[in-house]
Nanobody
């Protein structure tokens, strides 16, 4: 099971940190990822984190602004979002995969319920 939290209304240029708490089978996965879905758009890849080696990969649209990190003791993965823009407004989803670290929704077996991030003045 995955549970996201931390979504909020934030002004452009601001920062926000999302959390994803893993439990049960989702604890023993190969990678975790963040996706987002804006109103009227398809869900898109934001970034992933491999538990082994701490490797990360990001979408070009967030590279340099967003950072994925983990707290193994708390079974939590974070998405630190800086320099937020209006186009970052979306529901953000945490996902986990047993097998690989990919950029497609179909690469992931576990999904959270999503948390809303709104960037607006």
């Amino acid at each position: 099971q995955l549970v996201e939290s931390g979504g909020a209304l934030v002004q452009p240029g601001g920062s926000l940190r999302l959390s994803c708490l893993a439990s049960g089978r989702a604890l023993h996965t190969y990678s975790m990822a963040w996706f987002r879905q804006a109103p009227g758009k398809e869900r898109e890849f934001v970034g992933y984190f491999k538990w082994s080696g701490d490797n990360t990969e990001y979408a070009d649209s967030v590279k340099g602004r967003f950072t994925i990190s983990r707290n193994s003791a708390k079974d939590t993965v974070y998405l630190q979002m800086n320099s937020l823009k209006a186009e970052d407004t979306a529901v953000y989803y945490c996902a986990a995969s047993f097998l690989l670290a990919g950029t497609k929704e179909s690469d992931y077996e576990f999904w959270g319920q999503g948390t809303q991030v709104t960037v607006s003045s």
